[in-house]
């Protein structure tokens, strides 16, 4: 039960976060008005044009890499502390869940009254961890060159 817990907690934990970013606490508005206050000390002469791309950006980075993060809790708990460092199932795992718990996740969003549920946000959420996968497969790779 300890090592269930040690491997599975943190991703559960991540999840819960994630499903707090997408409450209305963090609606645009909110994460606006803040990120405003940011972008007009470092650039006082920014336009609002330019503050709603960065928003923007800022926003989908948010996204890619809170399920970049989630994807590899979530490869270590299914790894499980098993010697072997790379098993494609185990990132294969990682992504279904992660593809699942975005489309759960826009979904919750459509119960929230700032915020909109978004396809294309799972798509992006999904990208995110699917990089974070490969990236990690490269670096196994390479270290195990290196042996």
Avoid at 24 to 39: E, I, R
Avoid at 42 to 65: C, M, W
Avoid at 82 to 92: D, H, T
Wanted: charged fraction near 20%.
């Amino acid at each position: 039960m300890g090592d269930l817990l040690k491997y599975w907690a943190p991703p559960i934990i991540w999840m819960s976060v994630i499903f707090l970013f997408s409450t209305d606490l963090f609606s645009g508005d909110n994460t606006g008005s803040l990120l405003w206050k940011v972008v007009s000390f470092i650039y006082p002469g920014a336009t609002r044009e330019l503050f709603d791309s960065i928003h923007f950006y800022v926003r989908k980075a948010g996204h890619l890499t809170e399920y970049a993060v989630l994807a590899l809790l979530l490869f270590r708990a299914f790894r499980s502390g098993s010697q072997e460092r790379w098993r494609p199932r185990w990132a294969l795992s990682s992504l279904l869940v992660i593809f699942l718990y975005a489309l759960l996740d826009e979904y919750h969003q459509t119960f929230t009254r700032h915020r909109t549920a978004s396809i294309y946000d799972s798509l992006i959420d999904t990208s995110g961890a699917a990089a974070a996968l490969i990236l990690l497969c490269l670096f196994r790779l390479k270290s195990e060159r290196k042996r």
